[in-house]
């Protein structure tokens, strides 16, 4: 995660942009596959009036974006004088990642923020348990040389299995445990 602030988007206007965004790189025949759809579907209802007046509309909706697209390429290409844009791009025209590294939907803020509350009241936690241990030892309740805090498993003592101590023993196995024989397996 970036340490530049991120603005908060509501949830609606979050998808909505977002899906925008995903339209326009991965999708982008969908406004002209809708105009067909809208253009047949007048066309099977014997409205040919209606089929031309929405090609005429798609038309002037293509034109409007063009020009919106022109109007910005030429204020993204005006930079001052150290090469930055004087104004941010807009988020609809931003890529996925660019989109994501300027904002955030309110439900993701409030989780980043509950997360790292959880992360701070751990360390706090393990910092107290560590600081009391470190004053134990430096009131010399432990020997000095062991400084780090005790686990649960430094209470286990595993009991000893080395070969030295199965010389005896009659079986050999290839388990990490040394089999409890009984008794009449001992004496043959």
Do not use: C, W
């Amino acid at each position: 995660m970036s340490n530049q602030r991120r603005d908060i988007l509501s949830e609606e206007e979050y998808t909505s942009t977002l899906s925008s965004i995903v339209q326009r790189d991965y999708f982008p025949d969908i406004p002209n596959l809708e105009k067909q759809a809208a253009v047949l579907s007048r066309r099977q209802l014997n409205d040919f009036k209606g089929a031309v007046a929405v090609r005429r509309a798609a038309r002037k909706l293509q034109k409007h974006e063009t020009d919106l697209a022109e109007q910005e390429e030429v204020e993204e290409t005006s930079l001052d004088a150290s090469n930055l844009r004087k104004k941010p791009r807009s988020l609809n025209r931003e890529s996925i990642t660019g989109f994501h590294a300027r904002v955030t939907s309110e439900d993701n803020h409030e989780f980043e923020q509950n997360l790292r509350n959880e992360l701070r009241a751990k360390k706090s936690r393990i910092e107290d348990i560590y600081r009391s241990r470190v004053l134990s030892i430096e009131e010399g309740n432990r020997d000095r040389y062991s400084e780090t805090p005790l686990l649960a498993s430094d209470q286990f003592t595993a009991p000893n299995y080395s070969i030295k101590a199965r010389t005896n023993s009659k079986s050999d196995n290839g388990f990490f445990f040394a089999p409890k024989l009984q008794n009449n397996q001992e004496d043959e």
